[in-house]
Nanobody, 132 residues
Framework: VQLVESGGGLVQAGGSLRLSCAVS????????IGWFRQAPGKEREGVSCISPTDSNTYYANSVKGRFTISSDNAKNTVYLQINSLKPEDTAVYYC??????????????????????????WGKGTLVTVSS
């Protein structure tokens, strides 16, 4: 399974970006797909997660109301819409996936076990820089 992020860039505070995560090598069925970010000198933070099978979503408290995750299952692509960008949103944004598990659903991974160590596959990241 390969994940490729795109859509990052330099944007002014208050602006918007839409990040894309294209998944190849497998269909979405049963996967949990998440977005993480890592700012310089900080730990990788999980910001949002989606179960594309049932569109169940999760958001970290720090991004609720500004970030929207969605999926286009026909295109095997997950999106992260980021509005009202702040300088503190500056980070490398990574897409990651958890493969289907016999006993644990994608919704479980998004809501109970959404952490970097739970992910099976990672993209290389896309840089988002927000200027003040």
């Amino acid at each position: 399974v390969q994940l490729v992020e795109s859509g990052g860039g330099l944007v002014q505070a208050g602006g918007s970006l839409r990040l894309s995560c294209a998944v190849s090598g497998s269909t979405f069925d049963g996967y949990a797909i998440g977005w993480f970010r890592q700012a310089p000198g900080k730990e990788r933070e999980g910001v949002s997660c989606i179960s594309p099978t049932d569109s169940n979503t999760y958001y970290a408290n720090s991004v609720k109301g500004r970030f929207t995750i969605s999926s286009d299952n026909a295109k095997n692509t997950v999106y992260l819409q980021i509005n009202s960008l702040k300088p503190e949103d500056t980070a490398v944004y990574y897409c990651a996936a958890v493969k289907p598990h016999t006993y644990l659903s994608a919704t479980y991974y998004c809501h109970v076990s959404f952490r970097a160590t739970s992910m099976d596959y990672w993209g290389k990241g896309t840089l988002v820089t927000v200027s003040s």
